[in-house]
């Protein structure tokens, strides 16, 4: 090998480099957010199904799964409808998940698309912030309390 080829291969390694502590920073600085799902009540090997779809989805995309919670099989609140057909009993999940907003968009566009979905709602979450006591005024008297 001569000198061009290592220079060439040290270079090739050097953006690689760059280009890792460029996609950990934009995925630490992913905004995170909730996504709640309300599926069909189908057995629930297929809600575990759809939520793995997701999770690989948003993970795939450079995203990171925080949490998955299953909410459990529940009687609706009205008569949804969605894909044509009626719904009065629903399997409710949460997920969060931080992600770039593109990949919130086609996550959001496969889950309007999915026939076992029946509604789905997305929540931006805060980011915490450490949170001060208020700067409290000096009791100092004043001249007119003299």
């Known amino acids: 090998l001569g000198p061009s080829s290592v220079n060439l291969a040290l270079m ?3 953006n690689l480099i760059d280009f890792h502590c460029f996609f950990v920073t934009a995925v630490a600085m992913a905004p995170s957010y909730e996504i ?6 189908l057995e629930k090997e297929a809600l575990h199904g759809l ?6 989805f948003v993970t795939g995309q450079g995203g990171v799964v925080r949490d998955v919670t299953n909410g459990g ?4 609140p009205y008569r949804m409808k969605s894909h044509m ?7 409710y999940a949460y997920m969060t998940a931080d992600m770039s907003p593109r990949t919130l968009h ?7 698309n999915d026939s076992m979905v029946i509604r789905h709602n997305v929540v931006k979450l805060r980011e915490l912030k450490p949170v001060g006591l208020p700067k409290q ?3 100092t008297p004043s001249s007119t309390e003299l």
């Not at 099989?73 to 609706?76: C, D, E, G, N, T």
Request: hydrophobic residues 45%; proline residues 0%.
């Open 51 to 56: 939520l793995r779809k997701s999770a690989a």
């Open 137 to 139: 005024k000096a009791n």
């Open 85 to 91: 057909q009626f719904a009065e009993v629903g399997r």
């Open 36 to 41: 709640s799902f309300i599926v069909r009540a």
């Open 73 to 76: 099989k529940k009687v609706l």
């Open 12 to 14: 090739v390694n050097l």
């Open 106 to 112: 086609d996550l959001t566009s496969r889950l309007k």
